[in-house]
């Protein structure tokens, strides 16, 4: 399977993933950490790729969307954005009311 395959397959069969340097226990990036944060504070189930772990998938994921940063958060399998931009809509109120608009059930 492609790396291009295998990214379209994880994003198709999860509500939220989050593709992070790290993992949620030990993010490696202060950004991953940001995004993390938000959806264990609205307490959103997410799948989390691990990009250090394969350079296909690092690579590939930033192709994927033509977006050169990581991490990327999809949710019901569309292309969100950063943590610049998942921060800003934490903050205003948008992240939830989209998750919640969505389907995606939040604790907070």
Excluded: H
């Excluded at 958060?73 to 954005?81: A, D, H, L, Q, R």
């Amino acid at each position: 399977m492609s790396a291009k395959e295998q990214i379209q397959k994880t994003v198709s069969e999860n509500d939220v993933v989050l593709y992070m340097k790290g993992t949620p226990v030990f993010p490696q990036c202060g950004f991953s950490s940001t995004v993390v944060q938000v959806f264990d504070y609205l307490g959103v189930n997410y799948a989390s790729v691990n990009v250090l772990e394969d350079m296909e998938i690092r690579q590939g994921i930033k192709e994927f969307n033509n977006w050169p940063t990581i991490p990327q958060v999809f949710v019901k399998g569309e292309f969100i954005g950063g943590c610049d931009i998942v921060r800003e809509m934490f903050e205003n109120g948008e992240l939830k009311t989209m998750l919640t608009e969505k389907g995606v059930e939040t604790a907070a």
